[in-house]
């Protein structure tokens, strides 16, 4: 039984819903952040993942290099069946009840990092903005509050057997997902449409 943070759709919304990929300037972030730090609680995920009357808070980490974001590939071996052999930009996942209650974002942030990536020495972590897709079941339950991280040593996929990565440049990734959005993770191509927005 797992166990993910949530918050209510209006403890979280005022009105109306963002959709797609929101810059800080766009939305009310700091504020976001600050509700989602104190009206945020636990519940059971079979439950959360059925409910649009809450929204389970995602950290989304964009791995990002000079002009190169690191790009994923799911493997067919454990996970998110649903995310199969799709491409991602985003390291990250669920809060735990591990992650205290203190800063859960933060730690939840930190700790996926730790468990999908290997990254040599200190990074720098960059609010980007938020992640919204009203438009399908998964991401009417789900609202991710995206991340740049900028690393300063080597960075290498520690699941393996889960996942491959690569350094792509933002050019090639816009025209990737212009070509073939089918083979992206729905959050990460709308990130992509603003990727040169990002990685100045």
Same mark, same amino acid.
């Given at each position: 039984?797992?166990?993910?943070?949530?918050?209510?759709?209006?403890?979280?919304?005022?009105?109306?819903?963002?959709?797609?990929?929101?810059?800080?300037? @766009?939305?009310?972030? =700091?504020?976001?952040?600050?509700?989602?730090?104190?009206?945020?609680?636990?519940?059971?995920?079979?439950?959360? @993942?059925?409910?649009?009357?809450?929204?389970?808070?995602?950290?989304?980490?964009?791995?990002?290099?000079?002009? =190169?974001?690191?790009?994923?590939?799911?493997?067919?071996?454990?996970?998110?069946?649903?995310?199969? *052999?799709?491409?991602?930009?985003?390291?990250?996942?669920?809060?735990?009840?591990?992650?205290?209650?203190?800063?859960?974002?933060?730690?939840?942030?930190?700790?996926?990092?730790?468990?999908?990536?290997?990254?040599?020495?200190?990074?720098?972590?960059?609010?980007?903005?938020?992640? *919204?897709?009203?438009?399908?079941?998964?991401?009417?339950?789900?609202?991710?509050?995206?991340?740049?991280?900028?690393?300063?040593?080597?960075?290498?996929?520690?699941?393996? =057997?889960?996942?491959?990565?690569?350094?792509?440049?933002?050019?090639?990734?816009?025209?990737?997902?212009?070509?073939?959005?089918?083979?992206?993770?729905?959050?990460?191509?709308?990130?992509? =449409?603003?990727?040169?927005?990002?990685?100045?």
């Amino acid at each position: 039984m797992e166990f993910v943070y949530v918050i209510k759709r209006f403890d979280l919304f005022d009105q109306g819903f963002p959709h797609g990929f929101r810059r800080p300037w @766009e939305v009310p972030l =700091d504020d976001w952040i600050e509700r989602i730090g104190s009206r945020g609680f636990f519940v059971e995920r079979r439950h959360a @993942e059925k409910d649009s009357t809450m929204k389970q808070i995602i950290p989304y980490c964009v791995l990002m290099r000079g002009d =190169d974001i690191f790009v994923l590939r799911r493997k067919e071996r454990g996970g998110e069946s649903r995310l199969f *052999n799709l491409h991602s930009i985003g390291v990250g996942g669920h809060i735990n009840p591990v992650d205290g209650a203190v800063d859960p974002l933060r730690a939840g942030l930190e700790r996926e990092l730790e468990e999908e990536m290997e990254i040599d020495g200190e990074y720098s972590v960059q609010p980007l903005g938020v992640i *919204n897709d009203e438009s399908q079941p998964v991401g009417s339950v789900h609202f991710g509050m995206v991340f740049g991280i900028r690393p300063k040593g080597k960075v290498r996929v520690r699941e393996t =057997d889960q996942l491959e990565g690569e350094w792509v440049s933002a050019e090639q990734l816009s025209r990737r997902v212009k070509a073939e959005r089918e083979s992206f993770e729905s959050w990460s191509a709308l990130i992509i =449409d603003r990727i040169q927005e990002i990685v100045v």
